[in-house]
C-alpha cells in the first residue's frame, strides 16, 4: 500500500450506544441522524423469537433456535443479551465489529441495562444518553401514545425516573425538548469524536512521513 492510499484508508467506525427512558424520543432521534447519515449503519439483534409476517430476516433481526443462542452465550458471541417472554435478544458482537472495522459508524440502540453490559465488553464506544426536557413532559408524552392505564403510567413513569439517575454513567446527555434539535446534536458529537486526537494522530504522522 502506497503513502497516499494509507493515508485514505478508512478509519474504524464508532460505536454510537443510545438509551434514555421509555417516551424519551431515543427511537425517533436516531431515525432522524440515520436519515441525515445514511453511511451510518444500525446495530442488528439476534433473536429466538418467530419473525413477523412484515420483518425480514437480516434486516430487522437475525433469527435462531435457543439452541443456536444458548450456545452463542457460551461462547462468549454477545455484546450483550436479555430474556423477555421467554425468547432471547442479543446483540451479536462479530456483526458489529466486521462493520466498524469496516469503517462504519453503528448506532445501538439499547435500554440502560443493556447499554451497561455493552460498556462492560466496549468501553471505547461514545454512550449517549436521551432525556426529556421534563418529568412532566415525559408524562405527557407517554399519555399521547394512549397504550397505557393509569396505573401502568405511574409505574412507567416510576421506571423512567430510575433510569434517569444513571444518566451520568453516560459520555454524553442529550435534552430532547425538540427532536431536530436533538438529532443534530447526537450527529455533532459523532463529527467531534472522529476528529479526536486519539482517533487521528496516526494521520497526522502520516502527513509528517514517520
Not at 30 to 45: A, D, F, G, K
Not at 121 to 136: L, R, V, W
Not at 203 to 208: E, F, M, R, Y
Request: charged fraction near 35%; include cysteine.
Amino acid at each position: 500500500m502506497s503513502s497516499e492510499e494509507k493515508f485514505f484508508e478508512r478509519e474504524k467506525g464508532i460505536l454510537i450506544v443510545i438509551s434514555g427512558p421509555s417516551c424519551a424520543g431515543k427511537g425517533t432521534v436516531c431515525r432522524i441522524v440515520r436519515e441525515n447519515r445514511p453511511e451510518i449503519r444500525l446495530s442488528i439483534s439476534e433473536t429466538t423469537r418467530s419473525p413477523r409476517n412484515y420483518e425480514v430476516p437480516g434486516k430487522d433481526y437475525f433469527f435462531v433456535t435457543k439452541e443456536e443462542f444458548k450456545q452463542r452465550i457460551e461462547q462468549g458471541k454477545y455484546l450483550e443479551y436479555a430474556t423477555v417472554y421467554d425468547n432471547y435478544y442479543g446483540t451479536p458482537k462479530d456483526y458489529v465489529e466486521n462493520l466498524l472495522e469496516e469503517g462504519y459508524d453503528v448506532i445501538l440502540e439499547i435500554d440502560i441495562q443493556g447499554a451497561a453490559k455493552v460498556r462492560e465488553n466496549y468501553k471505547e464506544g461514545i454512550y449517549i444518553f436521551i432525556a426529556p426536557p421534563s418529568m412532566k413532559e415525559l408524562r405527557r408524552r407517554i399519555e399521547m401514545r394512549g397504550t397505557e392505564s393509569a396505573e401502568q403510567m405511574e409505574m412507567r413513569l416510576s421506571c423512567a425516573y430510575d433510569e434517569m439517575t444513571n444518566a451520568d454513567d453516560y459520555s454524553y446527555i442529550v435534552i430532547n425538548q425538540d427532536k431536530n434539535v436533538a438529532a443534530h446534536q447526537v450527529e455533532s458529537i459523532i463529527t467531534a469524536e472522529k476528529c479526536r486526537t486519539e482517533r487521528l494522530k496516526n494521520k497526522v504522522n502520516d502527513i509528517l512521513g514517520r
